[in-house]
RNA sequence: GGGCGGUUAGCUCAGCGGUAGAGCACUCGCCUUACAAGCGAGGGGUCACUGGUUCGAACCCAGUACCGCCCA
């Protein structure tokens, strides 16, 4: 084989983009329904059609990889299935802002040709992301992408959606629900985020005289919609007022106390104000009570009616309400800044407003409750196991999911109504009756993410890829969309594919972090482009980086020197793979070979290794798997096989180019999945084979398995490092060579005499030979002839560390071994390890004090 | 207010009953012919606090303090 001429360097940006498209368009990454491998199928969670590769998803989509190119390695059927979702609310802003600058709103175009706008923008601007995904170097087969808007996918919504309908678990009811008066949509659940927000608390006497009460809010102006007071039976305090009516201040309207269990009586005044059309719990209180809903707001937000106030939007309205009261005398506490939580629309960040509202939903009930016990009885694993506790919290406890949005972009409810008030559903081949109007709103983007796993796959036909990767084999995706996207999966596909989960592992990783553990933020402007890492380290560095820390289920914490360390890994690998090649490494059988104990030491490390690292993956501990293998590769491979390999060579053991070989080529084929170039661009080197991505995933070989070769090198790396130690202390440069004589006969370092010789650069004493000093190791005695005066303080001071620390050692198991409770209850090995341990203790105090005097004697 | 998680070297994190670890940072010495994106050596920790269990606790239990997250 001709040996490649590699730079001295790894320089990434020349192998990564023609490795990757030589990937794709082998078609390494397109996975075949119709062999007979064991299926291993991951959907990649749809990012936004509007979004960029963040480092979250940088995180996210290495996992992935990892799995995927390992499980293809390992000789399955492997699918990782692309794509992006239509993001509703996110999408149709982006246009509406184009068309902004034009002076133009949706309305001025028509739903009709804005739905055209959006498209054109999505051919045109939409999925940078994918780009970005090649960058990574993420294998995905980009012959199944899909989009939540396509034909397909938008039958499956047609489809699950007529299906629910007429099982009843679809409904159309007036509700209060999440209102984004920006957006002008109705949002979920999990679509508002809350905030500690500094507001003001305000408590209103109502009534006058024998009949009054006080109400605290942080909303003064929703008192205008308020029909009741509510206070809780028991509450001595009111029982009285219960059932007598009381004046409304500036309205004139007089409102009814009413009794009500769900009243804390310990909360301000234990009287709360109600307004059944403006706070989700007053409208259930409202419900039981019979009361009135007054609807005081528009869909903007601005106070419709109510004389003086009528016009103004809810944050003016609210400073002139508590104005109107004070000048009434109503005020009768005020608490400013009162820190209370907010919701806030996802989306746009602003206020929500809980609002009176006709809309479609989901009864998630049985669903919920089916997607609890999927994962209960196991059929679903979610990893780590803690983070199940907050899934069942979620799902068991879910309220019902309001799925409609006043929204133009979006899969359109498919429901038709007649002149005479008829609800019709229909279904994805069929025709609403004549006359009939649809209904004008679309569905939550979740409610088609939610059929993700399967829609992709091609349900509702019974597609090959259905049949064989449903259920997909893993779900990887962060914890805080455990909830969000996880639940609504779990909800659909068990309902659609008759009780099969969609995906068998939920694997959860953390956030990235910055290098304080901070989140990343705009405004706190600590945010790291993943492409920029790309660009500066190296698609492989910035991968290995967040690999790295990536432990289950916890935040990832990065920077840029870890980044640049990941960079040295790799070029620490490339750098090896060089030498090896230069003194001609080849792969090739090691059977009858007469391998040496360094060979022995190396391919048994290399079997532990293989087992480690697939026990790792297995468990998805990325974080464990990199820093075994970067361990093994740095430190065992290359800081000493290597250079007991440059000694073999020297002496003519030609053998060692194959266990080279061997041993790089099983390194490249475990490290592939976590940096994939520069592990391919190296594996076609020493190989000259077609690509790593479809060389088969190494095996533990226990043949190897050597614990005497193993025993054998660590004595030799002991002997070794303390040599190493005494030249340090010694001022030795690592380039000089001194003279040495060395006594090792009978120890289990008895053959590497040249070895040792040459790595630590002892010559072999000549005529008059005086040695300046002596070391005892192991029970190897090395005479040294320093060249020179013998620094003898330094040396003293070593000698004497070393002997506090034997002597602190040996008190230490002494008092244990004295120790009758001990003795008698702990276990018999663990006895015996300390009783060796007292033994090497005390051995070690001999020896070193025996030099201490040797060396007084000197002096 | 409820729940969960965390507190180990300067920073970020492993370890989860039997001799305190890693990466980076730091100190010293080296351009030793694969790699200065490197090599060799070294310093650095009453494992948050207080009790308890145990022959033995960073690890198990209880409580306290602080930090973070989720939910209300």
Not at 3 to 18: K, M, S
Not at 101 to 112: A, M, Q, T
Not at 714 to 726: N, P, Y
Request: net charge negative; proline share 5%; glycine share 8%.
């Amino acid at each position: 084989m001709t040996t490649p001429e590699l730079p001295t360097q790894y320089i990434p940006a020349e192998v990564e983009a023609p490795s990757y498209e030589r990937w794709v368009s082998k078609g390494y990454f397109v996975a075949d329904p119709g062999s007979s491998r064991e299926p291993y199928c991951i959907v990649l969670p749809p990012p936004n059609v509007t979004g960029v590769l963040h480092m979250g998803h940088a995180l996210d989509h290495s996992i992935m990889d990892a799995l995927t190119r390992r499980a293809r390695m390992q000789g399955k059927e492997t699918l990782w299935l692309p794509g992006m979702d239509h993001a509703g609310i996110a999408t149709q802003n982006v246009v509406e802002r184009e068309l902004a600058k034009d002076g133009l709103s949706r309305h001025d175009l028509g739903r009709e040709a804005f739905v055209e706008r959006v498209w054109q923008w999505k051919a045109e601007s939409g999925g940078k992301i994918q780009g970005q995904m090649r960058r990574l170097g993420d294998g995905v087969d980009w012959t199944r992408d899909r989009f939540t808007m396509d034909e397909g996918l938008s039958r499956a919504v047609q489809t699950i959606f007529k299906k629910l309908f007429d099982d009843g678990l679809i409904y159309r009811a007036e509700r209060i629900i999440n209102w984004c008066v920006r957006c002008h949509t109705a949002l979920s659940d999990i679509e508002v985020e809350h905030t500690d927000d500094e507001g003001e608390l305000v408590s209103i006497r109502y009534g006058s005289g024998d009949v009054s009460i006080v109400v605290a809010t942080t909303r003064a102006e929703t008192m205008l919609g308020d029909t009741a007071v509510a206070v809780h039976p028991s509450d001595e305090r009111y029982r009285h007022l219960i059932g007598q009516e009381v004046e409304l201040p500036l309205t004139g309207r007089r409102i009814p106390i009413v009794a009500d269990e769900h009243v804390d009586p310990a909360f301000g005044t234990g009287a709360v104000k109600v307004t059944p059309a403006h706070d989700p719990n007053d409208f259930e209180i409202g419900r039981r009570h019979s009361l009135p809903s007054l609807t005081i707001m528009d869909e903007r937000g601005v106070i419709t009616a109510h004389g003086p106030f009528e016009g103004l939007d809810r944050f003016e309205a609210r400073p002139a309400v508590v104005a109107a009261l004070r000048a009434e005398g109503r005020i009768v506490a005020e608490k400013r800044p009162y820190v209370h939580a907010v919701g806030h629309c996802s989306r746009c960040k602003t206020v929500v407003e809980p609002r009176l509202s006709l809309q479609w939903f989901v009864n998630v009930g049985p669903l919920a409750k089916a997607a609890g016990d999927a994962v209960r009885d196991g059929r679903t694993r979610i990893h780590p196991p803690e983070l199940a506790k907050r899934y069942f919290d979620w799902v068991d406890d879910m309220h019902d999911w309001c799925i409609s949005r006043q929204l133009w972009w979006g899969h359109r409810i498919p429901v038709w109504y007649g002149p005479n008030g008829e609800v019709v559903c229909v279904g994805p081949d069929e025709q609403p009756p004549a006359g009939y109007v649809q209904d004008p709103d679309v569905l939550d983007t979740w409610f088609s993410s939610g059929l993700w796993p399967f829609s992709t796959l091609g349900w509702p036909e019974r597609t090959a890829d259905l049949e064989r990767f449903y259920p997909t084999s893993v779900l990887v995706t962060g914890y805080d969309i455990l909830f969000f996207w996880v639940a609504r999966m779990m909800m659909f596909g068990l309902y659609a594919m008759d009780g099969q989960p969609p995906f068998r592992v939920v694997a959860l990783h953390g956030m990235v972090r910055d290098q304080y553990g901070k989140k990343m933020s705009k405004s706190f402007g600590n945010v790291v482009d993943p492409l920029d890492w790309i660009d500066r380290f190296g698609a492989d560095a910035t991968r290995f980086t967040l690999l790295r820390g990536a432990n289950p289920g916890a935040d990832v914490a990065v920077s840029e020197e870890w980044a640049a360390g990941s960079r040295n890994f790799c070029n620490k690998i490339w750098n090896a793979t060089r030498f090896a090649l230069m003194n001609g490494a080849a792969v090739g059988s090691l059977e009858g070979l007469e391998l040496t104990a360094a060979d022995r030491w190396i391919l048994s490390r290399l079997q532990s290794v293989i087992a480690a690292a697939d026990a790792a993956f297995e468990e998805f501990e990325f974080a464990k798997a990199c820093d075994l293998l970067y361990h093994f590769a740095w430190d065992e491979v290359c800081d000493w096989y290597l250079e007991l390999a440059k000694v073999q060579l020297s002496q003519g053991l030609d053998h060692t180019r194959l266990v080279l070989g061997h041993v790089l080529e099983a390194l490249l084929r475990l490290l592939h999945p976590l940096v994939p170039f520069v592990t391919e661009e190296l594996w076609r080197a020493v190989t000259g084979g077609e690509s790593v991505v479809i060389a088969p995933w190494p095996v533990a070989d226990q043949r190897y398995a050597d614990p005497a070769a193993e025993a054998e090198i660590a004595a030799l790396q002991e002997l070794v490092t303390e040599i190493r130690r005494f030249r340090s202390d010694q001022g030795l440069k690592p380039s000089q060579k001194v003279a040495a004589r060395l006594a090792m006969s009978g120890t289990a370092v008895a053959g590497h005499e040249t070895a040792i010789r040459s790595l630590l650069r002892l010559e072999t004493p000549g005529e008059g030979f005086t040695p300046t000093a002596r070391l005892v190791v192991g029970g190897v005695t090395v005479e040294i002839d320093t060249a020179g005066a013998i620094d003898v303080a330094a040396e003293r001071k070593r000698l004497e560390k070393d002997l506090a620390a034997a002597r602190k050692e040996a008190a230490q198991v002494a008092a244990k071994l004295g120790n009758e409770q001990f003795m008698a209850k702990a276990p018999a090995d663990v006895v015996a390890k300390v009783k060796a341990r007292a033994e090497q203790a005390a051995a070690d105090i001999a020896r070193l004090e025996g030099q201490l005097a040797e060396l007084a004697g000197r002096e």
